[in-house]
């Protein structure tokens, strides 16, 4: 199964550009969903402290669950934090039509029913970025598709299950 139109193009400066544009948008979404988890776990905390958290009896766990959120939610930000500084010192190369899929590569993939662009990246896997051509989807290679396409090179065919349902790829380009 071959869906690729044409041969594989060079990989250009362009494509570093666009990719650095790309990581950009990655690490403002992050950065947002960062401040937010800070922002819940603050006023979580602040709840969890509040006179009114104070337990009624002994079956009242009102202030250990907003405790366990408060904490929760610091720690989501801490991942976040450790995944924008990670991204942001990432750096990025250009990929070849012959060159094997790694991290920081933008993949063109194509199915029986559409063609979709992913991102593979050590962080912020599920975001989806618009980069103004259309959504770049980020996988990382703990995903099935980003271990799936770790290797790969252009014109590589791929199958996976997804949601019970099997699905074809075809690898139509890697910058």
């Known amino acids: 199964m071959h869906l690729g139109q044409g041969e594989p193009r060079q990989a250009t400066l ?13 690490v403002e979404k992050l950065r947002a969903e960062r401040d937010a988890a800070n922002r819940i776990a603050r006023d979580t905390a602040e709840a969890a402290n509040h006179p009114e958290a104070r337990p009624e009896n002994d079956k ?19 991942e976040l934090e450790t995944t924008i500084a990670a991204l942001a010192a990432a750096p990025l190369r250009a990929f070849g039509p012959g060159d094997a899929i790694a991290l ?32 770049v989807r980020v996988v990382t290679p703990e995903a099935p598709l980003g271990r799936a396409l770790l290797g790969k ?4 065919e791929i199958e996976l299950v997804i949601g019970g349902k099997k699905r074809e790829f075809v690898v139509a380009g890697v910058s």
Do not use: F, P
Request: net charge negative; glycine share 14%; aromatic share 2%.
């Open 14 to 26: 362009a494509d570093i550009v666009d990719k650095r544009l790309l990581l950009e948008k990655l």
């Open 60 to 78: 009242d766990t009102r202030k250990l669950e907003l405790s366990y959120l408060a904490s929760g939610q610091a720690a989501r930000a801490r």
């Open 153 to 156: 090179t252009s014109g590589d």
């Open 104 to 135: 920081g590569a933008l993949v063109t993939l194509e199915s029986a029913d559409k063609t979709e662009r992913v991102l593979v990246c050590s962080g912020g896997g599920g975001t989806s970025i618009d980069d103004g051509e259309g959504v």
